[in-house]
């Protein structure tokens, strides 16, 4: 069996960049630093203070 190399810790691109609540590395919000995908955003906009999903 061949050695295998531990991941990489990505620190730039999509790869470095994941949704705090899914967890997913696809429409990523980093504004006002959320880090949540648009998809979360969405769901937990109105606890956070956004006032156009409410």
Same mark, same amino acid.
């Given at each position: 069996?061949?050695?295998?190399?531990?991941?990489?810790?990505?620190?730039?691109?999509?790869?470095?960049? =994941? &949704?705090?609540?899914?967890?997913?590395? %696809?429409?990523?919000?980093?504004? $006002?630093?959320?880090?949540?995908?648009? =998809? &979360?955003?969405?769901?937990?906009?109105? %606890?956070?203070?956004?006032?156009? $999903?409410?």
């Amino acid at each position: 069996m061949a050695k295998l190399r531990p991941p990489v810790k990505r620190k730039i691109g999509k790869g470095a960049l =994941r &949704c705090r609540i899914c967890g997913t590395h %696809e429409a990523v919000i980093r504004i $006002y630093n959320l880090n949540i995908c648009r =998809r &979360c955003f969405r769901e937990v906009a109105e %606890e956070l203070g956004f006032k156009k $999903y409410m």
